[in-house]
């Protein structure tokens, strides 16, 4: 496996939307294992394909509960909402509220192209929900309730 390079504000690719998958292949898997094993060098949770140059429709979520691969992730159901702190791998040392649904459904594919459909509460859909904005175009920042925090305003903050 390959660890590879993240991409970080202001690269293009990150605002662009990306592609569905249509090759269920060993070329794909590789690519999923390359892409968790980044996300997790790096300490994320989330990681979605244009984060590593590639605007195709894939992203990989893991909050501690065991990996799940979104290929071509479309959100089906959305009730409740909820605002928590996010960051993002791609832009590092920023943090912010952001308004996102509490429970989610979710058909997507796996890595073989079977399609599945998954329930998601709280954190988790918090997560997927950011990641599928990334096959959007789409980045926290712009969804951002009040300001964005440094790491340092943050630790401030909690000291208080």
């Not at 690719?13 to 898997?29: A, I, R």
């Not at 859909?125 to 980045?139: K, V």
Request: net charge negative.
């Amino acid at each position: 496996m390959a660890k590879l390079e993240i991409r970080t504000i202001p690269d293009p690719v990150l605002l662009q939307k990306c592609e569905k998958v249509s090759e269920f292949n060993s070329e794909l898997g590789q690519l999923l294992d390359d892409m968790y094993e980044t996300m997790l060098a790096a300490d994320g949770v989330g990681i979605a394909a244009p984060q590593v140059g590639l605007l195709k429709q894939i992203a990989i979520v893991d909050i501690g509960e065991g990996k799940i691969e979104l290929i071509n992730p479309v959100i089906i159901v959305k009730r409740g909402s909820q605002i928590n702190l996010e960051g993002c791998l791609s832009i590092p040392n920023q943090y912010g509220e952001v308004k996102r649904s509490f429970f989610i459904k979710v058909k997507y594919r796996d890595r073989h192209g079977k399609t599945l459909i998954l329930e998601a509460d709280d954190f988790l859909a918090q997560a997927i929900q950011h990641e599928i904005d990334h096959l959007h175009g789409i980045l926290f920042t712009t969804k951002v309730v009040d300001k964005i925090y440094t790491e340092e305003e943050l630790e401030r903050l909690d000291e208080q």
